[in-house]
């Protein structure tokens, strides 16, 4: 079992920028890739990055290349999602996930948070 926590959402006006944390706990091993997702309402969970508890490889949607940065902190289980020039279809829940895979579907994550409110204003 692998438990998900994310933090640091909130309000931002466009162009501003947030970073997430997802603080893992429980039977994380460096066999898991991490990814986040979010979701808007009314829309379908959208797959945004992923990178590896090792190697550091990373994937990008190309909706968030070049604006959102995924990282890792193995010592802390920390996965973070720093975002940039934020825009106000940015707006969703968002979410971070385990899976034993490095994968870009909602269907090949096994665990995931709680979500967290990100809310950007034009």
């Known amino acids: 079992q692998v438990q998900l926590e994310e933090s640091g959402g909130g309000l931002v006006q466009a162009g501003g920028s947030l970073r997430l944390s997802c603080a893992a706990s429980?039977?994380?091993?460096?066999?898991?890739?991490m990814g986040w997702f979010r979701q808007a309402p009314g829309k379908e969970r959208e797959f945004l990055a992923v990178?590896?508890?090792?190697?550091?490889?990373?994937y990008y949607a190309d909706s968030v290349k070049g604006r959102f940065t995924i990282s890792r902190d193995n010592a802390k289980n920390m996965v973070y999602l720093q975002m940039n020039s934020l825009k106000p279809e940015d707006t969703a829940v968002y979410y971070c996930?385990?899976?034993?895979?490095?994968?870009?579907?909602?269907?090949?994550?096994?665990?995931w948070g709680q979500g967290t409110q990100v809310t950007v204003s034009s």
């Open positions: 429980g039977h994380t091993d460096s066999n898991y890739a």
């Open positions: 990178i590896r508890w090792s190697g550091g490889n990373t």
């Open positions: 996930a385990a899976s034993l895979k490095v994968a870009d579907t909602v269907n090949d994550y096994t665990y």
